[in-house]
């Protein structure tokens, strides 16, 4: 190849020569990639030799955290490998236009993520199929709610905002013996407290956003399948339907994976803290973590988690909306955010967010106050915030 005239500024220019490397990865914003001629291209697109060719169908950036989160999950070469999309809902959109058929039933648990039962609910059945939520704490129920048309069962590990606990084991092994398809999304678990296909899951789906990218800067997903023709129909369900990760996004995923376990274990260990902490503080009214004993799946979350009870913690104040906005206004160094895995502590209030769409009764129901607060626990010093949440309960108990 003969240089480009370096006064053609249009011209792309070759990049500088470098006998040694750089650390860290590339970010590679190409739409697009060249090859030399026809027969190259063929030799990609028939198999005999990998290239991307244009960006929705893959980069190096997505490939890149791609592998990461397969080894975190356990996903054998012999499948093929999982898909990065460009949010947790294109997985979970990814995973219903590439293995579902017009028709096809599904049965979900019904505290899963508000924009995941919006979709079951709401979407899908404009587009000929069909949803029924069932209690996944109870396997009886979700095995009632099957019909001969059930293609999918999903369910999260853990609830929210309650954190109640499904029980895996018996929706796995009536997912077996039923002959449906067990989707798990693993986001709120993570692979370091929950390894889905370790215990009967056909699908693990992920929103990266959270934990796994860790630094609420990068919108991403993925989803992967113990079978090497489902990765595919994934893979072109993603493709075609323009579930594209960006670079940058999976740049920035790749780096925060970098320290992935040590958030994790600082995170779970300072909600651990916190809960015992909150459960002794006048003005709080209960505190809800599966490590404590007083929690209603404490021993099941014990066996499915294995001591991984996350960073998750929700408590409910004394009072109702004028003592969380107190609360929340008194805590002003902690980020008031409706979402979760932060490197820093965020708060939310499900009776305003997530769970705003549900009458005063279905929140009840679930045990939403107008004080229910949930707490995604960071990696800051414990003292430090456990001081500050103590600070902000007891100014609200004054207002
Ligand atoms: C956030 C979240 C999603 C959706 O992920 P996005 O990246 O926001 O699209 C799905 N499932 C769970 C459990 C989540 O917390």
């Not at 296909?197 to 997903?221: C, I, P, R, W, Y």
Request: neutral net charge; hydrophobic residues 40%; charged residues 20%.
């Amino acid at each position: 190849m003969t240089d480009p005239d370096p006064r053609s500024l249009v011209r792309r220019a070759r990049q500088p020569e470098s006998l040694s490397r750089p650390v860290v990865s590339a970010i590679h914003p190409s739409v697009v990639y060249r090859s030399t001629d026809a027969d190259e291209l063929d030799s990609q697109y028939e198999g005999r030799a990998f290239g991307y060719t244009y960006a929705r169908e893959g980069h190096p950036n997505a490939t890149l955290v791609g592998e990461k989160i397969d080894w975190l999950e356990g996903v054998r070469p012999e499948w093929g490998g999982g898909v990065v999309t460009g949010s947790g809902m294109g997985a979970i959109s990814a995973i219903l236009l590439g293995l579902l058929a017009k028709g096809d039933h599904i049965v979900a648990g019904d505290q899963l993520y508000g924009r995941s039962l919006r979709l079951l609910t709401q979407d899908l059945p404009r587009l000929g199929f069909s949803a029924t939520l069932a209690d996944p704490t109870d396997a009886k129920a979700v095995e009632a709610a099957i019909r001969p048309e059930t293609r999918i069962i999903l369910v999260e590990v853990v609830s929210n905002p309650t954190l109640r606990i499904a029980d895996m084991e018996g929706i796995a092994e009536l997912a077996q013996r039923r002959g449906v398809m067990l989707v798990v999304d693993n986001t709120f678990t993570t692979p370091r407290a929950y390894r889905p296909f370790e215990h009967g899951a056909d699908v693990v789906v992920h929103s990266l956003t959270k934990l796994l990218a860790g630094h609420s800067d990068a919108t991403l997903g993925y989803v992967a399948a113990r079978d090497k023709a489902r990765n595919r129909a994934l893979y072109d369900a993603a493709v075609t339907w323009g579930m594209t990760p960006s670079p940058f996004d999976c740049w920035l995923a790749e780096r925060g994976l970098n320290t992935f376990h040590l958030r994790f274990d600082r995170a779970q260990d300072n909600a651990a803290a916190l809960a015992e902490a909150l459960a002794g503080m006048r003005g709080v009214e209960s505190v809800l973590y599966p490590g404590r004993a007083d929690h209603p799946d404490h021993n099941r979350a014990r066996a499915v988690l294995g001591g991984n009870f996350g960073n998750m913690v929700s408590f409910r104040l004394d009072g109702g909306r004028a003592t969380t906005n107190a609360f929340l206004r008194a805590a002003e160094h902690i980020a008031f955010a409706p979402t979760l895995g932060d490197v820093g502590t965020t708060l939310s209030h499900p009776a305003s967010s997530s769970h705003r769409g549900l009458t005063a009764e279905g929140r009840a129901r679930l045990g939403i106050t107008e004080g229910f607060i949930r707490a995604s626990v960071g990696v800051e010093d414990i003292a430090q915030l456990t001081q500050e949440i103590a600070a902000a309960v007891a100014a609200a108990r004054r207002a």
